[in-house]
């Protein structure tokens, strides 16, 4: 029911954010991956199945912003004959950042225990969340010192 929740988010989410600005919907998406972690940990600790079923919502939530964000904005800038090759790069990639991760906190579990694990990659997900919320401020500030060095 976990996983249900959580693709039934994302495909809600997907359907509801059809319109919205690519980068709005990505950074939208970001922010509540934190929220997501919290309440996926509040969970374990004994808050009990609507703290898990909330945590699940908000990174089905999550997921289907970035990825329409993302993937919307990556599509955009591209020509029209560069776009199959890219999406499938971009869905094998996609498919890699979720699978590895989930494969290495199985593992991770089996030597350090769920919680340890949790909160592993708990924070490493809300870390990733805020160098995503970061990285397009940090661009934009780099490309206006590259064009001020450049002026004459």
């Not at 800038?77 to 498919?95: F, H, I, K, M």
């Not at 991770?108 to 870390?127: D, K, N, P, S, W």
């Amino acid at each position: 029911m976990v996983f249900f929740v959580l693709t039934a988010a994302a495909t809600l989410t997907v359907w509801t954010l059809r319109r919205t600005a690519p980068r709005d919907a990505a950074t939208g998406g970001s922010l509540a991956v934190i929220p997501s972690a919290a309440l996926s940990l509040l969970g374990l600790h004994g808050a009990g199945l609507p703290a898990v079923y909330g945590g699940a919502a908000l990174a089905g939530v999550a997921f289907g912003a970035v990825s329409q964000g993302a993937l919307r904005m990556m599509l955009a800038s591209l020509d029209e004959q560069d776009r199959a090759a890219t999406l499938a790069a971009y869905y094998v990639l996609s498919y890699l950042s979720m699978s590895l991760p989930a494969i290495a906190a199985g593992a991770a579990t089996q030597h350090y225990g769920l919680r340890t694990t949790a909160h592993a990659y708990a924070v490493a997900a809300a870390l990733l969340a805020v160098a995503a919320l970061a990285a397009p401020a940090v661009s934009r500030r780099r490309a206006a010192h590259s064009a001020h060095n450049n002026l004459p």
